[in-house]
């Protein structure tokens, strides 16, 4: 009997017996979720009360999955996982004020060299623009990546209707409420800000969000080291979120 049979039979039978192998073999999921979130944790106590948010995420969507729908539980549970690790992130806050401050400042640094350069700036004009050791530029753009991936789960009201801006990362396979979804100017004004993106780094968005591929796995399709796409994305995420600051879809960072 595989995992998903184990579900369907839990569901049916309620035996904690069944509840405690379902979570312990669906439990790689947690440290999926954490591992391709990119965390830059703090301690090991931090890095424990993620991974029991990612647990209880785990434990409801078995408490909540409905086996009449005829669906992966596994796709449901890696979403309601990813959902309380952010959920936790949020409410510890990960972004420190020195960094927020850093933030803000390599995001007028991009606005201003891509306006004087005419294209976009690399990571080493952008520590020299500002002063800042390469690798500490490096490493602000890498916490970047998972406060805008924090931001891009927030709901927002759209025409009425609460709606996450993730939900805008254009997906080819998509149909039905999906191309309901992309007909509503915000979301529309999310995927114009990656079309306009360099072709590397929109492909890397795309993998990471869309196809929901490691930074591993993108490296080894781009033939890339992880680090390199891991501040290619970070440095992709500034360019959305600034121009999604422009149109003012999101706030103005503080």
Known sequence: MNNEDLVKEYLKSQNPKLREQVIVGFMPIVRYVIGRMNLAVRNKTELEDIHSSGIIGL???????????????????????????????????????????????????????AFELNREPTNIEIANDIGMDLKECHRVLEMAQMNFSISLDQPHDVDGEEVRLSEAIPDNHAVGPFEQLSRKNTLDSVKNAIRKLPERQRLIVLMYYNDEMTLLEIGKVLNLSESRISRLLGKAIFTIRNELRRLAILEPST
């Open 59 to 113: 434990i409801r969507a078995l408490e909540d999955f409905d086996i009449n729908k005829n669906a992966s539980f596994k796709t449901y549970a890696t979403w309601r996982v990813r959902g309380y690790i952010l959920d936790y992130l949020r409410k510890i806050d990960i972004v420190s004020r020195s960094d927020r401050a850093k933030l803000k400042e390599i995001e007028r640094s991009i606005s201003r060299l």
